[in-house]
């Protein structure tokens, strides 16, 4: 299969971010595709000897774990983790991010907030000067549903309920993902702040103050962001 020009940026991120990963670390594996090439990275050098436990960020991410010989331990029953690595939609040089391109965000914010070192690696497309081209996506309760879509458009995002294959998309823990438009974010901790207030919302993917350093490869090298 040909590689991408993107393949080979994420796959370069990837590469470098590994190389923090100690033998005897528990390690958070993100989900997404540039997160897959850290966990193939991974794999490599599990096979090769490196001793390590993991932590997955989504039922996907556990199995791919799993089949590349990681052990993997449950994500609700850590009280830390070492050194998490996984990908973005969006972030700035403030290190504030938009996850959950791939719903997993609830899982990836419990992973980051037990991170003693939280290292995101993307391609050169996903920075930005302001978040928000990338919809907000909104984990929530189905009973919620129709609550929180209403909240959304109070608070000014122009909400839709994500379909994936035709069908209502459902994440790992049963529940809908409204993604919401809010434009260009000038204030995102107080956007974050505002969506945090909502009942039935169970998680949204800003992130903020969760994150040690974003890696990006722009093909030629890798620039960090700490
Ligand atoms: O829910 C998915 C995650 O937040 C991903 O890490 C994010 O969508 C980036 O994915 P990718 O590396 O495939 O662009």
């Known amino acids: 299969m040909e590689t991408t020009h993107q393949d080979a940026e ?8 590994v190389k923090f990963v100690k033998d005897g670390d528990i390690v958070g594996l993100g989900t997404g595709s540039t997160a897959t090439f850290a966990i193939q990275e991974l794999g490599i050098m599990v096979k090769n000897g ?6 997955a960020s989504s039922i996907h991410t556990e199995k791919l774990a799993k089949s590349l010989g990681i052990e993997v331990l449950s994500l609700g029953e850590l009280s830390f983790i070492d050194i998490s690595i ?6 700035t040089e403030s290190l504030d991010l938009i996850k959950g391109g791939g719903g997993a ?4 914010k419990i992973m980051a907030s037990l991170s003693k070192n939280s290292i995101i690696v993307t391609d050169a497309s996903k920075k930005v000067k302001k978040l928000g081209a990338f919809k907000v996506p909104v984990e929530v309760v189905p009973q919620a549903y129709q609550y929180v879509f209403n909240q959304m458009l109070i608070l000014g995002g122009k909400a ?9 998309f459902i994440t790992d823990n049963g529940n809908f ?5 809010f434009g260009l974010i000038d204030d995102p ?10 009942d039935g919302l169970l998680a949204h993917g800003i992130f903020i103050n969760l ?3 974003v890696m990006m490869s722009t093909g030629d090298q890798i620039m960090v962001f700490e």
């Open 105 to 108: 965000l609830f899982r990836e």
């Open 86 to 91: 996984d990908g973005a939609d969006e972030f």
């Open 10 to 17: 994420k796959l370069a991120a990837a590469k470098a971010a």
């Open 211 to 213: 994150t040690s350093k």
């Open 160 to 168: 839709v309920q994500r379909i994936k294959d035709n069908e209502v």
């Open 189 to 198: 901790a107080k956007l974050a702040s505002a969506l945090n207030q909502v």
């Open 50 to 55: 490196l001793k390590i436990k993991a932590a």
């Open 177 to 181: 993902i409204i993604d919401a438009d």
